[in-house]
């Protein structure tokens, strides 16, 4: 099959993809690449990324924030509810934990 990276333009379901930079589990750059790769393609991709957590979210804020992030993603593309404002603006990173 190849690394998925090749095949980012052949995607065609909306993705939210989350990111922990405390991963042991999987290279935090692949994350990345993945998302520039469907991003270059013009494919709708939506990166969360928790700092100080690891590959299954241990942190209880975290594990919250990621539930809400996937009801209005589900909302949005399933009941086409309006898009939520963190999807649509995004979060600096500075806000991060504020927000």
């Known amino acids: 099959m190849g690394y998925p990276l ?3 333009d052949r995607i065609e379901t909306p993705v939210v993809m989350m990111r922990n930079d405390n991963d ?10 993945m998302v520039v790769a469907m991003r270059c393609t013009g494919k709708e991709v939506y990166l969360v990324s928790y700092n100080g957590d690891e590959h299954d979210r241990s942190m209880r804020a975290n594990q919250a924030d990621i539930t809400l992030r996937r009801i209005g993603y589900l ?3 399933l009941r086409r509810e309006p ?4 999807m649509a603006e995004g979060i600096p990173c500075v806000e991060k934990g504020y927000r």
């Open 75 to 77: 909302g949005r593309h």
């Open 24 to 33: 042991g589990a999987v290279p935090w750059g692949q994350g990345i690449e």
């Open 6 to 8: 090749f095949h980012a």
């Open 83 to 86: 898009m939520p404002r963190g």
